[in-house]
T-cell receptor, first 113, second 112 residues
Framework: DVKVTQSSRYLVKRTGEKVFLECVQD?????MFWYRQDPGLGLRLIYF???????EKGDIPEGYSVSREKKERFSLILESASTNQTSMYLC????????????FGDGTRLSIL | KNQVEQSPQSLIILEGKNCTLQ??????????LRWYKQDTGRGPVSLTI?????NTKSNGRYTATLDADTKQSSLHITASQLSDSASYIC???????????FGKGNQVVVIP
């Protein structure tokens, strides 16, 4: 069974802090994704990575950056956290060469005060 | 513009009853359409997948249908159980594109 693990379930940070959200998958998947999920808006893609050291902007990349130094780990970075980044953040991974679905972690609920 | 619209936004049903959730999409061409179930506080989990040539797919008490001509899909839940309380998300995968198009979800609450 695929396991996508997000380092924190709940996180509280202050405005202006640099915030790191970590995601690890155990299935050697090439593709990894970061989404945020807000009530009434659904899931929105922030960034994704085709493979190690590769990244591509999603629909809402402003205020975020990512890092993929190892295949199993994909980090989301909030350079200077703001209150409008309070949200649920979901990481997903996918085998690039099959028709298998994206597998999601259980999310990190981030609050910026 | 939202390429995937789901209805109803939310519904409450009695345990044991059936219900049907609707998904209309404009993504074209598309590779496949999935329904995901998201329990409160958890990540979405894939329930069914259909390619453009498939009409129906079942997973236990869940049955998904697809009409590629009208660009509509439905998810039917038979004999609902309390554990069916969740958000059901319709997700369309554009052809040749890694970026999924997500609906906003149908929130289902099953009451005893």
């Amino acid at each position: 069974d695929v396991k996508v693990t997000q380092s924190s379930r709940y996180l509280v940070k202050r405005t202006g802090e640099k915030v790191f959200l970590e995601c690890v998958q155990d299935m050697d998947h090439e593709n990894m994704f970061w989404y945020r999920q807000d009530p009434g808006l659904g899931l929105r893609l922030i960034y994704f990575s085709y493979d190690v050291k590769m990244k591509e902007k999603g629909d809402i990349p402003e205020g975020y950056s990512v890092s993929r130094e190892k295949k199993e780990r994909f980090s989301l970075i909030l350079e200077s956290a703001s209150t409008n980044q309070t949200s649920m953040y979901l990481c997903a991974s996918r085998d690039a060469y099959s028709n298998q679905p994206q597998h999601f972690g259980d999310g990190t609920r981030l609050s910026i005060l | 513009k939202n390429q995937v619209e789901q209805s109803p936004q939310s519904l409450i049903i009695l345990e044991g009853k059936n219900c049907t959730l609707q998904c209309n999409y404009t993504v074209s061409p598309f590779s496949n359409l999935r329904w995901y179930k998201q329990d409160t506080g958890r990540g979405p989990v894939s329930l069914t997948i259909m390619t453009f040539s498939e009409n129906t797919k079942s997973n236990g008490r869940y049955t998904a249908t697809l009409d590629a001509d009208t660009k509509q899909s439905s998810l039917h839940i038979t004999a609902s159980q309390l554990s069916d309380s969740a958000s059901y998300i319709c997700v369309v995968s554009p052809y040749g594109n890694n970026r999924l198009a997500f609906g906003k979800g149908n929130q289902v609450v099953v009451i005893p």
